[in-house]
């Protein structure tokens, strides 16, 4: 069995040959990126029941297939995947909430497959929305900020990867976590 350090470096190894265009390379990629996929987005499903795999698995599946898509995109290494991966699972996860918020409201029937419908509680729509717009604003006085929170919470990386992302030590990502976390508990505790 590989070492965390080992399959690191394979995990990058794969993804520079993946942005050079060697489509062989994503395949092998998938099996040493999935478990760690199903993790962050257990991770981000976590409010939800526990046990229910159909929540995790489709929102493992519908980030990766947003993953494969990128083109000319140059990964960096593992933890820079994962930040972007982090990024995608958001994304999706805000597009369904406001879905569940625009039905909520009376907006237009859509059809939604089964693993779309059990994503997002109707509860944790609004939450998440909320979070989105109060990361919005963050990112328009400090984006750095704003990326530490995504990468931490949505991401789940560690002080050390967020550190290798955003070039920055990893004091500084301590700080700059210390004092988002702050902002946004006021921004969210004022909201409502």
């Known amino acids: 069995m590989d070492t965390p350090w080992v399959s690191q470096q394979r995990v990058t190894e794969l993804l520079t040959r993946w942005s050079n265009g060697d489509d062989a390379a ?22 939800e029941r526990p046990n229910h795999t159909l929540q995790t698995t489709a929102l493992v599946n519908e980030a990766y297939l947003r ?12 933890a820079h995947f994962f930040a972007v991966a982090a990024r995608a699972m958001r994304r999706i996860l805000v597009s369904y909430a406001r879905s569940q918020r625009s039905q909520k409201r009376g907006g237009g029937a859509l059809k939604v497959d089964l ?27 400090d984006s750095r900020k704003a990326q ?20 920055i ?15 946004l508990y006021t921004q969210l505790h004022n909201a409502s």
């Open 148 to 167: 530490v929170v995504e990468l931490k919470y949505f991401g789940g990386l560690n002080y050390d990867e967020m550190a290798a992302v955003l070039k």
């Open 169 to 183: 030590s990893p004091v500084t990502v301590r700080r700059d976590w210390r004092f988002a976390k702050a902002w």
């Open 26 to 47: 994503l395949a092998e990629l998938t099996p040493l990126v999935y478990e760690e996929l199903r993790r962050l987005a257990h991770r981000q499903m976590g409010a």
């Open 115 to 141: 693993d779309e419908a059990a994503l997002v509680s109707p509860e944790e729509s609004q939450e998440i929305v909320d979070l989105h717009e109060a990361l919005e604003t963050l990112a328009t006085l």
């Open 67 to 78: 993953l494969a898509d990128q083109t000319n995109l140059r990964w960096q290494n593992r």
